[in-house]
């Protein structure tokens, strides 16, 4: 069955850095785009940022353009998302899954940035 696993989420400081990754499974990841999602306390599910399938084209969201890069290993079936100059407002669960939306969802990773 598809399945996320995402890991890397954690503690950091305004300024600080994470990278999150997203290992798939149950589908043949190299032939769908991917997406990120966060849901901060209290609010919808965002997307964040967008890989195609083959990694040759990306997006992001207006609120973290510049700041957060979208990359992905399909050797590995994994999927990265490196963030940088964190700020409170980026606080939330991060999600990932495919694009079009598969129903099952993993568990996330909780990214808390506070001083």
């Known amino acids: 069955q598809v399945q996320f696993v995402e890991s890397g989420g954690g503690w950091v400081q305004p300024g600080g850095s994470l990278r999150l990754s997203c290992a798939a499974s149950?589908?043949?990841?190299?032939?769908?785009?991917m997406n990120w999602y966060r849901q901060a306390p209290g609010k919808e599910r965002e997307y964040v940022a967008g890989?195609?399938?083959?990694?040759?084209?990306?997006s992001a969201s207006d609120s973290v353009k510049g700041r957060f890069t979208i990359f992905r290993d399909n050797a590995k079936n994994t999927m990265y998302l490196q963030m940088n100059s964190l700020n409170p407002e980026d606080t939330a669960v991060y999600y990932c899954?495919?694009?079009?939306?598969?129903?099952?969802w993993g568990q996330g990773t909780q990214v808390t940035v506070s001083s």
């Open positions: 899954n495919a694009s079009p939306v598969f129903a099952s």
């Open positions: 149950g589908f043949t990841f190299n032939r769908y785009a």
């Open positions: 890989i195609s399938s083959g990694g040759g084209t990306s």
